[in-house]
Structures are given as structure tokens and as C-alpha cells.
T-cell receptor
Framework: GESVGLHLPTLSVQEGDNSIINCAYS??????FIWYKQESGKGPQFIID?????DKRQGQRVTVLLNKTVKHLSLQIAATQPGDSAVYFC?????????????FGPGTRLSVLP | DVKVTQSSRYLVKRTGEKVFLECVQD?????MFWYRQDPGLGLRLIYF???????EKGDIPEGYSVSREKKERFSLILESASTNQTSMYLC?????????????FGPGTRLTVT
């Protein structure tokens, strides 16, 4: 099947700095994307989603950017806090599947330094 | 809030044993999923179910089966556990066709097969 993302990298940022987490997807037909956050010992938790008819979507302290030309997603976290330390996954799907067939990336581990 | 619970957080089984992993959700969701999560590989779909007694194979169904006798409960069965099934198992649920295809995850079961 199609694959999303790269092998698990780690990103270390200073508390208060902005974080940018990247994800590459390979299915150009994918039209719906989600970012999840997974804290240690917990299941993934929804952060934000974006559809392919958008380039940017903002939430609380988070922004997702979608570049369909190069099949790239990014998650920006403003003023990173210790509670943001987690593994972040992107996931892609075709919306006609009604969310039944997501492909998940391997994730990026974010470490927030004091 | 949606709550997805899994019967065990940690499980140790021996090769050849039959293993049952149980998942229960309390929000009347039609869709339920079983994934396994391995370092560097992301989440891989084992099986999903879109209704009671209905099931669909995911990307890696070999060695697994599932049961959905009630809407709120989705069980993953390892008929004869093998060491390569040592992994983190995550259950999720979602509502189809709502425009936001967020999956709600349980905390996971870390299974070790010795």
C-alpha cells in the first residue's frame, strides 16, 4: 500500500520556541489529512485535520500546512510547552472511504527542552 | 468525551497460546479498528469493522481474527501467538460520514509473546 512519512526522527526544541514537524505522503489522490499526538503510555489523540482544498488551517497554537505539489504536510506548534513532548503522526486517506482507510506515518518524537 | 477502553495495558503470553484483546467504546460508534504499532513503522491496520458482525481485512490480517457481536465491543484474536506478534496493539473507533474522520484511540495493549 501507499506509505506516509519517514523513519522516526526526533526533534528537540527549547521551551517557548516554535516547532515544525514535517511529513511526506505518497498518494497524490489523498484528500484528507490528520495530525495526531501520542504521549507516552497513551493512545494517539486528534490534533487537527485539513482537506486537500485547503493550504493552511489553524487551531489553538497549531497550524497545519499542506503542499500538494510536493506532497508535504507540516505541523507548526507555537510557543512549545513541556506538555507538547510526544510523538506526532500524520495520517492520510481518501475521504470517500469515510475514514476507514487511513495510512499513518511512523511519527516524529518532539522533545521540549527546559 | 468519547472513551475507548482496552482490557489490558500489558500482557505476556507464550508462543502458541490463544490471545484475546478486548476493546469497548461508549459512544455508539459504527466503525471500530485494530492496529499494531511498531517502532519506525507507524500504525498498521489489522482489521476494521463498520457494523455489528461485519469485518474487513486491513493491511496485515495474517495471524489475526476479529469478532464484533455487539456494537460497542470489538475483539482481536491471535489464534496461536508467535513472537513476531509482540507489539503494541491499539483499538480505535469513529463515526462514518460525519465529515471529520477522527478516530478515537484506546490507551493500547503492549503484548509480549515469549
Amino acid at each position: 500500500g501507499e506509505s506516509v512519512g519517514l523513519h522516526l526522527p526526533t526533534l528537540s526544541v527549547q521551551e517557548g520556541d516554535n516547532s515544525i514537524i514535517n511529513c511526506a505522503y505518497s498518494n497524490s489522490a489523498s484528500d484528507y489529512f490528520i495530525w495526531y499526538k501520542q504521549e507516552s503510555g497513551k493512545g494517539p489523540q486528534f490534533i487537527i485535520d485539513i482537506r486537500s482544498n485547503m493550504d493552511k488551517r489553524q487551531g489553538q497554537r497549531v497550524t497545519v500546512l499542506l503542499n500538494k505539489t510536493v506532497k508535504h504536510l507540516s505541523l507548526q506548534i507555537a510557543a512549545t510547552q513541556p506538555g507538547d513532548s510526544a510523538v506526532y503522526f500524520c495520517a492520510e486517506t481518501l475521504s470517500y472511504n469515510y475514514g476507514q482507510n487511513f495510512v499513518f506515518g511512523p511519527g516524529t518524537r518532539l522533545s521540549v527542552l527546559p | 468525551d468519547v472513551k475507548v477502553t482496552q482490557s489490558s495495558r500489558y500482557l505476556v503470553k507464550r508462543t502458541g497460546e490463544k490471545v484475546f484483546l478486548e476493546c469497548v467504546q461508549d459512544m455508539d460508534h459504527e466503525n471500530m479498528f485494530w492496529y499494531r504499532q511498531d517502532p519506525g513503522l507507524g500504525l498498521r491496520l489489522i482489521y476494521f469493522s463498520y457494523d455489528v458482525k461485519m469485518k474487513e481485512k486491513g493491511d496485515i490480517p495474517e495471524g489475526y481474527s476479529v469478532s464484533r457481536e455487539k456494537k460497542e465491543r470489538f475483539s482481536l484474536i491471535l489464534e496461536s501467538a508467535s513472537t513476531n506478534q509482540t507489539s503494541m496493539y491499539l483499538c480505535a473507533s469513529s463515526i462514518p460520514g460525519q465529515g471529520v474522520y477522527e478516530q478515537y484511540f484506546g490507551p493500547g495493549t503492549r503484548l509480549t509473546v515469549t
